[in-house]
DNA sequence: CTGTTAGCGCATTCAC
DNA sequence: GTGAATGCGCTAACAG
């Protein structure tokens, strides 16, 4: 009976609480609690003291009100994080931040540009100390430096039209050239085009790549197995089988991004399990890898990077630009892509 | 030149400078940008015109600084993003939180206690208005009520020892359960077993679903084949290896979850390179789902459930706490699992 | 080394 | 229908 250390009132205790229970003024604790500078030891300990019996919590939204401090919050505004790939550039910022003492707090636009402005004005309302953001396309006037309020935005895998700021990207046309030359080398000649809309950043990378490697190799992409759009796996399916039951249909595809890999394999298997013969399947080249492309049925050349590691470059870039200098001009740093046959 | 309708100042405005520009008294503002009631119409317009042209953003941090005032804030801590099963399981927790007008402020624990306590306590320390998390065992005072400050928390995919609190769990031992019955009704006797640490709470109960379907054949595990505590795909593959490469090895694997079923699967592929017959490869039973497990070379059994539909499960008990009744009794709900073939 | 004063941005309470 | 005063939890700036 009687309090045993732990108060469980369910009002949080305040500095004044943990000040009087220590006998000491508020100011003391809040000097404790920031370092201890100018405060003699002993009565540090009596503060701990009151704070670790009180169970005191610091209210760090209280704290970051006044212009100036900081609120240990990032933003980070993702299309979809169920997709394994944005998960994972998640946890890279994460990496980062985390290190950093900061929070992220996290919101998907799902590729709509209305609620990616909505997201920003909400994460700078939160007071956000920097922004993480893979843009969805459309208007970006809501990216513009005013509209932030001189809040850092790094923008990542994607840039946006018309917005100098930082951004980490990756090699879209070196990687998708690569991938597609790694199939022009095993002598396929017509290879058909799963992709994201060609006016994305990285679709129209991505697919200029694919067709620089063809016109090197004095082809060109036959437009009826060329398929854009598709933006999950099950549309991606539809094309691939599309693509692959059409006329003269391509012994070879090139997906532009997982979605569209894994919607093509989807596709793959229904016709094998439907009794195509395997001869008659395509290989793939997959701009993203995932996971046990080493167990599919077909050739599968992948086309990689690392997402976590693109986070973490992000959330480095995001804190490069809070602690130097915020007029430095822009930043972009493109990031190497590997290509590489899934089967060893 | 002059005032384009944007002020691009680098201070947030306040209320009072949009009061200032508007004619009328902070409080008008406030008032108008929380539903406009007893402010008239055109005052209100007057208002708004003055907010847009500022560009002015509620600060959401100094509004709920005073207690009971809702910070929007809700916490989630699961313990490993890139997991695209915990991608789901957030992106589903986000469709709900988002729908109520709600935030995510996501930290990732990495199955580390401490790191779970430091984490539940910052966003207390955020005001959140509930927690949502994947509990990483070990002990758990830290998430008694008294400790929450009347933050309403839910469990979700696990439970905590000794914490009386609403979750959302999902049908391990049935699941398991099933999923071994599928492989011994197509004749396999000897199944080995990869899964977590029989300590957390999911590992002991699929392992209990396991043993039973066992026992109900007239069966045993045998403890060669049993492997417990693998927490990456890469410690998974290697004990897979083991299991497979072992005297009597079995002619199936139970996989407690999708690291290990992934990892299952790349050792599968490793000794199918090194020229080792298909016709020795194991069966195979994943707790949880993967893409392409149709793709698969040996038949998968795939005990399935919606990570993202747990999610949105978890936030819609946390809303519906935070809506009724904190103190009624704790709701535990237990999610179906569905056992399925890989291969149709 | 420690305490007092004041104010961050907003909204509740009470006047008018 | 509108405004003035007041205080939320915390911490600079200034006293002592």
């Given at each position: 009976m009687g309090t045993q250390g732990q108060n469980d009132s369910s009002r949080q205790p305040t500095v004044k609480e943990v000040a009087l229970l220590a006998g000491v003024s508020p100011m003391t604790v809040s000097r404790t609690l920031n370092g201890?500078?100018?405060?003699?030891l002993e009565v540090q300990q009596r503060v701990i003291d009151a704070v670790q019996m009180l169970g005191y919590q610091r209210n760090e939204n209280a704290r970051s009100?006044?212009?100036?401090?900081?609120?240990?919050l990032v933003g980070v505004a993702i299309?979809?994080?169920?997709?394994p790939y944005y998960g994972n550039f998640a946890l890279g910022v994460e990496d980062i931040a985390s290190q950093r003492g900061r929070r992220i707090i996290l919101g998907t636009t799902g590729e709509d540009s209305a609620r990616e402005r909505q997201l920003i004005a909400d994460f700078i309302g939160r007071q956000v100390e920097g922004l993480i953001l893979v843009p969805s396309g459309?208007?970006?006037?809501?990216?513009?430096p005013n509209r932030l309020r001189g809040t850092p935005l790094v923008l990542a895998s994607r840039m946006a039209a018309g917005v100098d700021v930082d951004a980490v990207i990756v090699d879209d046309i070196g990687g998708a050239l690569r991938g597609t030359q790694a199939l022009l080398d095993v002598g396929h000649t017509r290879i058909g085009y799963l992709g994201n809309?060609?006016?994305t950043f990285t679709g129209m990378r991505r697919f200029q790549g694919f067709r620089q490697a063809l016109v090197a190799a004095g082809l060109a992409a036959d437009p009826r197995h060329v398929r854009l759009g598709q933006n999950d796996i099950s549309e991606a399916a539809l094309a691939a089988t599309d693509v692959l039951m059409?006329?003269?249909?391509?012994t070879a595809l090139f997906a532009a991004n997982n979605r569209n890999a894994v919607g093509a394999l989807k596709a793959i298997g229904e016709l094998l399990a439907h009794?195509?013969?395997?001869?008659?399947m395509p290989a793939l080249v997959s701009f993203d890898s995932f996971e046990l492309?080493?167990?599919?049925p077909v050739p599968v050349v992948v086309v990689d990077h690392d997402a976590r590691e693109l986070g973490r470059q992000a959330a480095t870039m995001l804190f490069r630009r809070l602690d130097g200098d915020p007029d430095a001009p822009a930043v972009v740093v493109e990031m190497p892509t590997v290509v590489r046959n899934s089967r060893r």
């Open positions: 201890g500078k100018s405060v003699r009100i006044r212009p100036g401090q900081p609120s240990g299309t979809n994080i169920a997709n459309g208007r970006s006037d809501h990216l513009q809309d060609a006016s059409s006329p003269d249909a391509p009794g195509r013969p395997l001869e008659t492309s080493e167990l599919m």
